[in-house]
């Protein structure tokens, strides 16, 4: 997935994380960690990468956390936070 988004040079876009729990049988955080262990090291494109929390939000802040941790390029920024931009004052640009 990582070498197919690579190619792609897509500068935004989605990761729904309710399929990803879905696909892998774990919990949201679980999950994350797993997938973000594997991805992560093989992205490395700039772009603004937007995770569907749904109700998960406390775990996966708790997983975005730990890529950060691991992995320097990984970075989260509320001002992209989709919850908490009011509406008409979205900036969407990376």
């Known amino acids: 997935m990582a ?8 500068n ?16 949201a955080d679980r999950a994350l960690l797993l997938w973000g262990e594997r991805f992560w090291p093989r ?13 998960r939000r406390r775990l996966v802040y708790q997983a975005v956390r730990r890529w950060e941790r691991d992995f320097a390029h ?3 920024a509320t001002e992209h936070d989709l919850d908490v931009v009011s509406p008409g004052n979205e900036d969407m640009g990376p």
């Open 12 to 27: 935004q876009w989605w990761l729904d994380v309710g399929t990803l729990t879905s696909v892998v049988g774990f919990s």
């Open 74 to 76: 990984v970075r989260f």
């Open 43 to 55: 992205y490395r494109c700039d772009a603004l990468v937007y995770l569907d929390v749904g109700g």
């Open 3 to 10: 070498l197919q988004l690579n190619d792609l040079a897509w």
